[in-house]
């Protein structure tokens, strides 16, 4: 099982994150395409990726393994 995924947002851009941006570690089993997101943008040693993500019902941020 993969441990990272990546956040497309509605104007296209997309972020990487690792399972360990979670910011409850246990919501990777949960998560799956099209599920909306809260992140923070921030940058590890390959750029720019997202951060203390989030699961959110009514966010704009899609999810794509």
Same mark, same amino acid.
């Given at each position: 099982?993969?441990?990272?995924?990546?956040?497309?947002?509605?104007?296209? *851009?997309?972020?990487?994150?690792?399972?360990?941006?979670?910011?409850? $570690?246990?919501?990777?089993?949960? $998560?799956?395409?099209? $599920?909306?997101? $809260?992140?923070?943008?921030?940058?590890?040693?390959?750029?720019?990726?997202?951060? *203390?993500?989030?699961? *959110?019902?009514?966010?704009?941020?899609?999810?794509?393994?």
């Amino acid at each position: 099982q993969r441990a990272f995924a990546f956040i497309e947002m509605e104007n296209g *851009d997309s972020f990487f994150f690792h399972r360990n941006a979670l910011t409850h $570690l246990e919501q990777w089993e949960y $998560l799956s395409n099209g $599920l909306s997101v $809260l992140f923070a943008i921030g940058r590890n040693h390959q750029g720019t990726c997202a951060i *203390d993500v989030a699961i *959110d019902p009514e966010g704009s941020a899609c999810l794509s393994t």
